[in-house]
């Protein structure tokens, strides 16, 4: 079994075939989705489809491209919102310097908010970050100082500084499509340095679609093309890579009840 621990199935890019491509991922053995909230004023349309489908489950949060518009949600009202059984992460949120379509001093707002109720919930934090590597490592070192919170680094692209921080501020690190291009040998070689107990892989999707989709839009079924990347970067099989990032998925996404077929106590690398 494998996992798409990022995706966003609320995207109009899904719209008329919603179905399907949950039948898709299905049928390719991806067992659980986590579709990602982008604005909390839509939360109602994620909710909706992780309430439509038993394999899929959703976050709560604000993307930092909308968090101007949001910046009225408190963390009170995320930790309020996250008490929906379906609802296992906080997020997305963090910081996006390539676009800049928030000041950043709001940004940085917006993702304290996100870390707080990350903090008072115990879900993890699907952290956005590009292009901000310095301004992040600086917001989770003094973050977690206030007290730990679980947190992803999600469609890693960052550089190896933030990844080694953001492991030793006890973090997880999720690989995306972006994995598998070809001029990605930087990121691939971060990614072997990554603990094993530590990886996740996701799709992002409808973008970034791995080789050889690229440039298509992307769907929870294709992260089986990344993990192939992944296991082959760190050196073990498919099947021990589909074994360990979904290990790590369950250990993270704690409040999701696990597959019959996935024990709590399956065993670890
Ligand atoms: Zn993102
Ligand atoms: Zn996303």
């Not at 489950?57 to 604000?62: E, N, Q, R």
């Not at 690190?173 to 990614?191: C, Q, W």
């Not at 690229?214 to 093309?225: I, M």
């Amino acid at each position: 079994m494998l996992v798409d621990s990022h995706c966003h199935l609320d995207f109009p890019d899904f719209a008329e075939e919603r179905e399907a491509i949950v039948a898709r991922a299905k049928a390719a053995g991806i067992g659980r989705m986590v579709t990602i909230s982008t604005r909390v004023k839509r939360f109602q349309q994620v909710i909706e489809i992780a309430e439509t489908f038993d394999d899929v489950y959703c976050s709560v949060g604000t993307h930092p491209h909308n968090v101007a518009e949001e910046l009225d949600v408190t963390s009170v009202e995320l930790v309020r919102l996250a008490a929906h059984p379906k609802v296992v992460a906080i997020g997305e949120a963090g910081l996006d310097y390539f676009y800049d379509k928030a000041p950043r001093d709001v940004q940085a707002r917006g993702f304290r908010n996100h870390i707080a109720a990350a903090r008072e919930t115990g879900l993890p934090l699907v952290i956005h970050s590009r292009d901000a590597d310095e301004d992040m490592a600086a917001i989770l070192e003094d973050e977690t100082g206030k007290g730990a919170f679980p947190f992803i680094l999600h469609c890693f692209s960052s550089g190896r500084r933030l990844a080694e921080i953001g492991v030793a501020l006890g973090g997880y690190v999720s690989f995306s499509g972006i994995l598998t291009f070809k001029n990605s040998a930087e990121l691939r070689a971060i990614a072997a340095d990554v603990p094993h107990d530590r990886l996740l892989v996701e799709t992002d999707a409808p973008y970034l679609a791995p080789v050889p989709f690229r440039g298509k839009r992307n769907e929870p079924a294709y992260v089986a093309h990344t993990a192939k990347v992944l296991a082959e970067t760190i050196g073990v099989s498919e099947a021990e890579i589909a074994a360990l990032t979904t290990n790590n998925f369950f250990r993270l996404f704690g409040k999701m009840p696990r597959p019959p077929a996935w024990p709590s106590k399956a065993p670890e690398r």
